[in-house]
């Protein structure tokens, strides 16, 4: 079964500043997805960031990205420039490829929050 | 603007009284799924629809059923609420696909007194 672990429960970061929150994963899979979720307070959960498993590029939108390490199972979200706006619980999730013997479910890390300081 | 909604925001029960809570979408997706994320918890997944085929998760206790009678709305029955199920219950969904991204409803925080 594969696992997501979110080490970091909480994080703070200056305003402007960057941070980066980590994940790790275990599967035995060579071919699988990979996502972090922000969730702010009382509001729904939205896709901050997405990568394919076999694609050694890592993946950026905008201020965020990831340092996808794949022989260590090492999936790392940088966020530059840091916002008031970007304070929310984020959660690492796994995805197996999609199959007639699978769910399509995500696997979720245990979250971290993240504060940030104006 | 196409987006996935659930209702109640807030639901509050009694102790062994059933409940439902339901899930629309206007983005066509063939896939919905269940989430329950108790506090501070990641979110769990309890099943999901892939068009109307229904799926389980294993520990998915006997407690929770869904509905799915089209493609628009699926629905959380809870027949018999403890203490131990109140939390945030999610909806999400998906076209069929690995890459392509959950769209997570605002979700159905439920109390059970």
């Known amino acids: 079964a594969q696992t997501v672990t979110q080490s970091q429960p909480e994080m703070s970061v200056q305003e402007a500043e960057t941070v980066t929150l980590s994940c790790t994963y275990d599967?035995?899979?060579?071919?699988?997805?990979l996502f972090w979720y922000k969730q702010p307070p009382s509001r729904q959960m939205i896709l901050v960031i997405r990568q394919e498993a076999y694609k050694q590029q890592n993946a950026t939108e905008n201020r965020f990205s990831v340092n996808f390490q794949k022989a260590a199972k090492s999936f790392s979200l940088k966020i530059s420039d840091s916002q008031l706006g970007d304070a929310a619980m984020y959660f690492c999730a796994y995805r197996r490829v999609f199959g007639s013997s699978n769910t399509g479910k995500l696997i979720f890390g245990q979250g971290t929050t993240l504060q940030v300081k104006p | 603007d196409a987006m996935v909604i659930q209702n109640p925001r807030y639901q509050v029960t009694q102790f062994g009284k059933p409940v439902t809570l339901s899930c629309s979408q206007t983005l066509n997706h063939n896939v919905m799924y269940w989430y329950q994320q108790k506090s501070s918890q990641a979110p769990k997944l309890l099943f999901h629809y892939y068009d109307k085929d229904f799926n389980n998760e294993a520990d998915t206790p006997d407690n929770f059923q869904s509905r799915r009678p089209n493609t628009s709305f699926c629905f959380l029955d809870i027949r018999s609420p403890g203490l131990g199920d109140a939390a945030m219950y999610l909806c999400?969904?998906?076209?069929?696909?690995?890459?392509?991204?959950?769209?997570f409803g605002p979700g159905t925080r439920l109390t059970v007194l």
């Open positions: 599967t035995s899979e060579s071919d699988y997805y």
């Open positions: 999400a969904t998906s076209r069929m696909g690995s890459y392509n991204e959950q769209f």
